[in-house]
Nanobody, 125 residues
Framework: QVQLVEFGGGVVQSGGSLRLFCAAFVRTFISYTMGWFRQTPVKERVFVAAIRWSGDNLGYADSVKGRFTISKDNAKNTEYLQMDSLKPEDTAVYSC??????????????????WGQGTQVTVSS
């Protein structure tokens, strides 16, 4: 069983930055493709960013490309999402997800096996 715990959310002004953390309680973290998704009350879960378990392929949604950076520290069993130049439309609940040895499309939420509980990010204008 894998447990994912996110933290680092909060309230920030437009143009500001936040860093989200996802701690994974699992023995073989290196074997997991890790992703971030976000959801609002009026929008379904949407892909934000992902990094392959092999570490050689990163992907971003067009809406965050150039502003967000995903990374993964296998020694610390932690995934990060650095969010810069935040906009009010980035306001959402952000959830991390893990897919074991995934070679599928990491932009699809069904590809993931485990999910965290989510952390709220609010960007004020």
């Amino acid at each position: 069983q894998v447990q994912l715990v996110e933290f680092g959310g909060g309230v920030v002004q437009s143009g500001g930055s936040l860093r989200l953390f996802c701690a994974a309680f699992v023995r073989t973290f290196i074997s997991y493709t890790m992703g971030w998704f976000r959801q609002t009350p009026v929008k379904e879960r949407v892909f934000v960013a992902a990094i392959r378990w092999s570490g050689d392929n990163l992907g971003y949604a067009d809406s965050v490309k150039g502003r967000f950076t995903i990374s993964k520290d296998n020694a610390k069993n932690t995934e990060y999402l650095q969010m810069d130049s935040l906009k009010p439309e980035d306001t959402a609940v952000y959830s991390c997800a893990a897919a074991f040895l995934s070679r599928g499309d990491y932009r699809i939420w069904e590809e993931y096996d485990y999910w965290g509980q989510g952390t709220q990010v609010t960007v004020s204008s």
